[in-house]
């Protein structure tokens, strides 16, 4: 299992500035994983960030929005640039440990941008 | 993108009563998943069902999956006020995890 900190939990941001959400896991990991869940839907793969390589994203996030940093195998960061209200979400970061393909999640970061 | 197609989208029932929510998919997979998660908060894993698997139980889950229907079911017995959340279905295949839509559970006391 994992037990993974992130934060902040919450926070209004103004239009045109930068949030940047940390994610601290209380094991090694391989994989970290980046989610954003909009009002009402389900979650949506941002991200997926390995410990001393370039993160890979999905199709409609790319890293100038979304840069990502994974500095070692227990922490990652993702920052949500150039805010605007289209960018209200819930974002989640996960984890899978060693091969047994369930994830753990933070308690997620609800940003509202005015 | 989403793979899983939830239904109902909300559900409610009062205590004591049995909850069933669906789960639809489109690809092969590896196995399916379900979390849930209260109040827009972090995902908590409930219970893993392989591809080989047609039925498995967890405490008041049961799940069950028809891979020639591509389809699995959540149901959670004896419901309490405590369940009430949204609950998502993920399937899982080779390394690459979808969730559905969910479904918001009421149980109203």
């Given amino acids: ?53 370039e993160a890979t994203y999905e199709s409609g996030f790319v890293i100038d929005k979304f840069p990502i940093s994974r500095p070692n195998l227990t922490f990652s960061t993702l920052t949500v640039s150039n805010m605007s209200p289209e960018d209200s979400s819930i974002y989640l970061c996960s984890v899978e440990t060693g091969h047994n393909e369930k994830l753990f999640f933070g308690s997620g970061t609800q940003l509202s941008v005015l | 993108s989403q793979q899983g197609e939830e239904d109902p989208q909300a559900l409610s029932i009062q205590e004591g009563e049995n909850a069933t929510m669906n789960c639809s998919y489109k690809t092969s997979i590896n196995n399916l998943q379900w979390y849930r998660q209260n109040s827009g908060r972090g995902l908590v894993h409930l219970i893993l069902i392989r ?17 020639s229907k591509k389809s699995s079911s959540l149901l959670i017995t004896a419901s309490r006020a405590a369940d009430t959340a949204s609950y998502f279905c993920a399937t899982y295949n080779n390394n690459d995890m979808r969730f559905g839509a969910g479904t918001r559970l009421t149980v109203k006391p």
């Fill in chain 1, 1 to 53: 299992s994992a037990v993974i900190s992130q934060k902040p939990s919450r926070d209004i941001c103004q239009r045109g500035t930068s949030l940047t959400i940390q994610c601290q896991v209380d094991s090694q990991v391989t994989m970290m994983f980046w989610y954003r869940q909009q009002p009402g839907q389900s979650l949506t793969l941002i991200a997926t960030a390995n410990q001393g390589s």
């Fill in chain 2, 51 to 67: 591809s080989n698997e047609r039925e498995k139980h967890s405490g008041r889950l049961r799940v069950t999956l028809d891979t």
